[in-house]
């Protein structure tokens, strides 16, 4: 099993720039791809970014390529989001997952095995 905590949420104004960390826990060498994801009410749950533990390579939603930045710390078992230039659009719940199979193309909620609870991020204009 592997346990992933969210943090850093909170409220932002428009323009501004906040960070979500996930610190993982458990059996992490089992994952190979970590990944953020956000569900804002009475939508679904969409991808946003995601990273490759071992290597790097990230990938991005349109809607947050250029404002977002992902990043990792494997010494401290922990993943991160750098937000920019927030938009009221941008509230959600963000999630932070990880899966245990090697996917980076066309992301989806069902590639992933393990979820953090949650932070909620709320954008006002």
């Known amino acids: 099993q592997v346990q992933l905590v969210e943090s850093g949420g909170g409220l932002v104004q428009a323009g501004n720039s906040l960070t979500l960390s996930c610190a993982a826990s458990g059996r992490i060498f089992s994952t190979y791809v970590m990944g953020w994801f956000r569900q804002a009410p009475g939508k679904e749950r969409e991808f946003v970014s995601a990273?490759?533990?071992?290597?790097?390579?990230?990938n991005y939603a349109d809607s947050v390529k250029g404002r977002f930045t992902i990043s990792r710390d494997n010494a401290k078992n922990t993943i991160y989001l750098q937000m920019n230039s927030l938009k009221p659009e941008d509230t959600a719940v963000y999630y932070c997952?990880?899966?245990?199979?090697?996917?980076?193309?066309?992301?989806?909620?069902?590639?992933?095995?393990?979820w953090g609870q949650g932070t909620q991020v709320t954008v006002s204009s």
């Open positions: 990273i490759v533990r071992l290597g790097g390579r990230t």
């Open positions: 997952a990880a899966a245990s199979s090697f996917k980076m193309g066309d992301l989806s909620p069902y590639d992933f095995d393990y």
